[in-house]
Every structure is written in structure tokens, then in C-alpha cells.
């Protein structure tokens, strides 16, 4: 299990622990508090993760400003990477093609599914993300190029 699997596990057992690990997760790369992600459901190879439409993610038209859309696009699929590929291999996102679908004018939630990738042999893998809003409808769809390599041997 990794790290942020064994994180997940631990805070798990606190009151407010998915807020807590959301929070930890969302710190490591401090910008994505821009958006204040919430966790749903993380396994290896699929997350499922939310934000709130505020005031601070508001575009002119008061719907999800298109950046913040994409931050919890690539969270989704960052996070998803970091839970599911195997020790010995690292990850670096290295492209992005997003579509907007429909304006996005409640909560939004995001699902990455990367149970068909074969972690051991692949050395690029595309993030597929849904943003869909309270009403199920999808609001963004967002490909993530993500280059993937062994990590170097230790010295």
C-alpha cells in the first residue's frame, strides 16, 4: 500500500478524517487549496472527488471559473496516479485537452477510473476525468497526458 493509501487509512479512523486527509492531500501541492477538494472515494485506480461552487472559484457569469474546473481535473488524476502506480515507478503529467461542456453552475464532483492500465509496462497513461455537477450532468471532460517511468535506481 502506498503512502497516501496508508494516509487515507489512518486519518480514516478520526472524526472529520476525510476532511483532515483531503486537507493533508490537497497541502502537497499547496495551489489545489485553491479549490478545496474533498475526497470521496479513493482506491487504487479510481477517486471520485468534489468541490464547492463559492464565490472564490466564480467566473463573471458566477459559475465555476473554467481554471478551477481544471485544477480538480488535475487532482483527480494526480491523486488518482499517486494511489495507484506501483513503488518502483514514477509519473509527470505532461499534457491536458479539455472540454467544456456546460456551464457549471453547482458543486462539481470528478471521477478518474485507471483500472485498465497495466502499471508494470505502460510509459504513458491517459487520465480520462468526468466533472459532472449535483444533477449527474457532466459539466467538463478532461484527457491527461500522464509520461510514466521507472524510478532510478538508488545510489
Known amino acids: 500500500m502506498n ?3 496508508k494516509l487515507q487509512e489512518k486519518l480514516s479512523k478520526f472524526p472529520m478524517g476525510k476532511t483532515i486527509f483531503s486537507r493533508v492531500v490537497a497541502n502537497m501541492a499547496p495551489y489545489f487549496n485553491t479549490i478545496r477538494p474533498r ?9 471520485k472527488v ?4 463559492r464565490r472564490a472559484v466564480h467566473n ?6 473554467a481554471i478551477a474546473s481544471c485544477n480538480l481535473c488535475e487532482f ?4 488518482c496516479m499517486e494511489a495507484s502506480i506501483p513503488k518502483h515507478r514514477r509519473w509527470i503529467p505532461v499534457g491536458m485537452q479539455v472540454s467544456y461542456i456546460k456551464k457549471a453552475k453547482t458543486n462539481l464532483s470528478a471521477t478518474c477510473d485507471l483500472s485498465a492500465v497495466d502499471w508494470d509496462t505502460c510509459e504513458e497513461v491517459i487520465c480520462d476525468v468526468s466533472v ?4 449527474n450532468v457532466e459539466v467538463v471532460r478532461a484527457l491527461i497526458t500522464m509520461k510514466v517511468s521507472d524510478r532510478p535506481a538508488r545510489k
Open 3 to 5: 503512502r497516501v493509501l
Open 39 to 47: 475526497i470521496e472515494e479513493l482506491r487504487p485506480n479510481f477517486i
Open 50 to 53: 468534489s468541490m464547492k461552487k
Open 60 to 65: 463573471h457569469l458566477k459559475t465555476v471559473h
Open 76 to 79: 483527480a488524476a494526480g491523486i
Open 132 to 135: 459532472r455537477d449535483t444533477d
